[in-house]
């Protein structure tokens, strides 16, 4: 066996390795999502979310040294489901994209509501590192509104402003109405979409370079 023939042999035991280590990390994640759904950071010691997942308390501090690492670890996936949702709407016409986003973002919030709130609210007290998450959160919304309305995400201040007010107002309604639930998603998802509409048009008030689409319904 040459020489190159035996790095590969080591290579390959250390590659599994390496995968396997990755997907039990991504189940503890996976488990972590769902206990964290709908029950609060304080509600879960570290020995019920070990007893939960059927692994030694160990094995967690292991792949995340604690419960706020793991916790972190679980907003960073959900973070990045929802990033996912909103670009994957870029083959579509630009009215179909837009309710294609809000109504990923509001099942998301619905079927994820502990993680939503940790986003949206700042986490675990005032979490400095839940709070970089959101921003990038808005980043990449504001980024996928941008390119379906004006195909470009190039904007000038004064409509990234306007947009973030309006993202605002989304984080406030969502978090309302997962507090009440007295309304339908489909209603919800309405309500935002003219909210957007009306804050294109106003965009366009200040920059006519940047028009609003045609009417969102």
Not at 162 to 174: D, Q, Y
Not at 191 to 199: F, Y
């Amino acid at each position: 066996m040459n020489n190159s023939q035996q790095r590969g042999t080591r290579a390959a035991p250390a590659a599994r390795g390496t995968e396997r280590s990755q997907a039990r990390r991504a189940e503890l994640i996976a488990i972590g999502r769902r206990l964290f759904a709908d029950t609060s950071y304080d509600a879960l010691s570290m020995d019920d979310i070990a007893r939960h997942a059927g692994v030694a308390k160990g094995l967690i501090y292991y792949y995340f040294k604690n419960k706020r690492g793991y916790y972190l670890a679980i907003v960073q996936d959900s973070v990045a489901e929802l990033v996912v949702r909103a670009a994957s709407t870029h083959d579509l016409p630009p009215a179909e994209r837009v309710h294609h986003t809000i109504d990923g973002y509001l099942r998301y919030a619905q079927h994820h509501q502990a993680a939503y709130r940790a986003i949206v609210t700042g986490g675990v007290g005032f979490d400095a590192e839940v709070l970089a998450i959101r921003a990038e959160v808005r980043e990449q919304l504001l980024l996928a509104i941008a390119r379906g309305a004006w195909g470009r995400a190039d904007i000038p201040l004064i409509a990234r402003t306007a947009l973030i007010g309006w993202l605002s107002s989304v984080e406030g309604v969502t978090l309302d109405w997962l507090s009440h639930q007295g309304l339908e998603r489909d209603m919800v998802r309405s309500l935002l979409v003219r909210g957007l509409g009306d804050t294109l048009r106003t965009i366009e008030d200040y920059e006519p370079a940047f028009p609003a689409p045609p009417p969102l319904r």
